[in-house]
């Protein structure tokens, strides 16, 4: 008698759990789903506007003339890889090291603090109002647009998502293994920069990859420093093109072609962020070990 | 060949605890000397202060001194170099995860700037050898991270990696406790072979290890050293009170 009561509640436990379970897991797939299906359908929107445009003399060609067809964005492509290089120049390792300060030596002191904050600040910014600031900073007293401004630009607006990922990364490592490389005799530098730092480089690069494709897509920051320009130029000195900007102007111009241009300028974008975010990870994990957490 | 170590006078403090007083000791060459004591008495305290890894703490104070062989710890030379000559194993084996095992063992000599492959992998092999491990990993040395290995392999691939800058002394955490019977076994084992050429100072809660592996016993109680001798003294006639009532279980 007493063990049949137990079967039934058993049962009715058992149902409930069953329902539970797969009410939940149903709801993360369909979450899940919902996530990643504007971005699927952009992608496939994008090659389905874009991919009918593209073809050699796009990444061959610089821009032709209002009324002649044809001609590509070799420029931009190159324009977007300087600009993208030189914001990279600037906001890895300054991000990286601010990241360095605030979780292994600063820890808790005022300065600390105080940088923690702006860097929260600092990414809230528009990136128009950074547009304009680097544009007061560099472009006026240079008194011409360049590439350099524009790197700069996108440079600043990297450095906050890397500096808080990698204080938060530095921060998981756990204390026994500083205490392992102290206790060693290795100089407290040294142990952040070949331990501390290497243990959670997954997770720093995953932070400048963050702050990679985000500055990658921007356009209000340029429109003010690199500014655009529709011929051959890799002069850091000198106004460059770049594809959100050509994007842009293409976009909103009245021709149809300039529209096509647009759209396959916006799948090539696309394409060349996921290709470069994943060669960096494929670079970056191709020695981790067996085992190796 | 191993120092012995004199201590002074010591005193420690986390903030505003006082967690070593007065601590006086000497712990001759070449033997093991185990520490006893229950939880928060000031033992493991006192180990960090013997290689300096007390200080790495921000609120943490020193004084008082200690020698360790004809070395001031405290004047004569940095952290780090006394760090070098005064390797320590901790409670939780903490290999460097992201490196092989290889480079585990490697990692002090590599990270002081040292280079000579040959010697390197002279070095390696007989750290290993000395932390009885070479035979378990020798073929998976470059392959292998040290975090893929079992807890009892992994602490001996931390006590080979401390092996591997060549210390006078062995500084011993607890290196047991996070470990089952048998990886304790052979690194008590571990213990005996070493001490013919390093000295030896290991913290433990578990008292018929320290009668196993140690010729001489301090009991810690209260950031105070209650009583320091040989060990058979301190288990079969203990000459304080608390001492003995602390071995027989009677409290703690």
């Known amino acids: ?293 | 060949m191993g120092v012995g170590i004199e201590v002074k006078n010591l005193n420690a403090w986390y903030g505003n605890n006082h967690t070593l007083q007065d601590i006086n000791l000497h712990i001759p060459a070449n033997q093991a000397t185990a520490l006893i004591g229950p939880s928060g008495c000031g033992k493991s305290t006192f180990v960090r202060c013997l290689n300096r890894m007390h200080e790495t703490n921000p609120i943490a104070k020193v004084e008082g001194s200690v020698h360790i062989g004809d070395l001031d710890v405290y004047n004569d030379a940095s952290p780090v170099e006394i760090r070098r000559r005064v390797g320590m194993v901790f409670q939780r084996p903490n290999p460097f995860p992201t490196m092989s095992i290889y480079d585990n063992v490697a990692s002090g000599l590599r990270l002081n700037g040292f280079r000579n492959r040959r010697v390197l992998d002279e070095v390696v092999e007989r750290s290993l050898k000395h932390a009885a491990l070479w035979d378990e990993v020798k073929d998976d040395l470059k392959k292998k991270s040290g975090a893929s290995l079992s807890g009892g392999q992994q602490q001996r691939l931390c006590i080979a990696r401390a092996l591997a800058v060549d210390p006078e002394v062995l500084l011993m955490d607890e290196p047991a406790s996070a470990l089952d019977p048998v990886s304790t076994a052979k690194i008590e084992d571990l213990i005996f072979q070493l001490k013919s050429q390093y000295t030896i100072v290991i913290v433990t809660h578990n008292m018929q290890q320290a009668a196993r592996v140690a010729e001489r016993t301090g009991f810690f109680l209260s950031g105070k050293l209650v009583e320091f001798d040989t060990t058979h003294k301190i288990f079969t006639n203990p000459g304080d009170k608390r001492t003995e009532d602390y071995i027989t279980g009677r409290f703690g």
């Open chain 1, 1 to 293: 008698m007493m063990a049949n009561t137990q079967y039934k509640a058993g049962k009715a436990n058992h149902w409930r759990r069953f329902l539970a379970n797969h009410l939940a897991s149903g709801l993360a797939v369909a979450s899940t789903i919902i996530v990643v299906a504007p971005l699927v359908a952009i992608l496939l929107y994008l090659i389905y506007k874009g991919a009918s445009s593209l073809n050699l003399n796009f990444f061959t060609q610089i821009p032709r003339p209002v009324g002649e067809s044809g001609g590509g964005m070799a420029n931009a492509i190159v324009g977007s890889a300087v600009l993208l290089g030189l914001g990279s120049l600037l906001g890895v390792p300054l991000g990286i090291a601010a990241g360095i300060y605030l979780a292994e030596f600063g820890r808790g002191g005022r300065l600390a603090n105080f940088v923690r904050f702006t860097a929260d600040v600092l990414n809230g910014v528009p990136s128009i109002v950074m547009g304009i600031s680097v544009y007061a900073l560099i472009v006026l007293p240079q008194k011409h647009f360049s590439a350099l401004s524009g790197g700069v630009a996108l440079g600043i607006m990297m450095i906050p998502t890397i500096t808080r990922t990698t204080e938060e990364m530095l921060l998981m490592v756990p204390n026994s293994i500083r205490e392992a490389a102290l206790g060693l005799g290795v100089p407290n530098w040294r142990s952040v920069l070949s331990i501390t730092l290497k243990t959670a480089s997954p997770g720093v690069i995953t932070g400048c990859m963050l702050a990679f494709a985000r500055v990658a897509g921007e356009t209000a920051p340029l429109l003010f420093t690199a500014f655009g320009n529709n011929f051959w130029s890799t002069s850091v000195n000198e106004p460059i093109a770049a594809l959100p900007l050509q994007i842009y102007v293409y976009a909103i111009s009245p021709y149809d072609e300039w529209h096509r241009l647009a759209w396959a300028g916006a799948l090539v974008l696309i394409v060349l962020i996921v290709v470069s975010v994943a060669l960096v990870r494929y670079v970056t994990t191709r020695g981790v070990l067996k085992g190796a957490s």
